[in-house]
Nanobody
Framework: QVQLVESGGGSVQAGGSLRLSCAAS?????MAWFRQAPGKERERVAT????????YYSDSVKGRFTISQDNAKNTVHLQMNSLKPEDTAMYYC???????????????WGQGTQVTVSS
């Protein structure tokens, strides 16, 4: 079992920045940030593979968000810059320990943290 504890989030005006953090209680193969806005599907916005540090981003956040890791603390951060009102959503940290069909299996989830961007 892996427990994920998220922190950060909050409210900011458009163009501002926020930083989310997610601390994992044990080994993970990869970690990611998802978001879900009311009435919309859940979207994976950033992924990091903890062994090599490779990162991937959705087109909607590429160039504005950065995912990074602090291996000593088993923590992943999501730095969000140039925030837009459409970034408003509940953000969830997820972790995978296994791979299925070449993709991480997101078995572990944080409680979620709200990000609100006002225009």
């Amino acid at each position: 079992q892996v427990q994920l504890v998220e922190s950060g989030g909050g409210s900011v005006q458009a163009g501002g920045s926020l930083r989310l953090s997610c601390a994992a209680s044990g080994y993970t193969y990869s970690m990611a940030w998802f978001r879900q806005a009311p009435g919309k599907e859940r979207e994976r916005v950033a992924t990091i593979y903890t062994a090599g540090g490779s990162t991937y981003y959705s087109d909607s956040v590429k160039g504005r968000f950065t995912i990074s890791q602090d291996n000593a603390k088993n923590t992943v951060h999501l730095q969000m810059n140039s925030l837009k009102p459409e970034d408003t959503a509940m953000y969830y940290c997820a972790a995978a320990r296994t791979v299925v069909g070449g993709s991480p299996r997101w078995d572990y989830w944080g409680q979620g943290t709200q990000v609100t961007v006002s225009s």
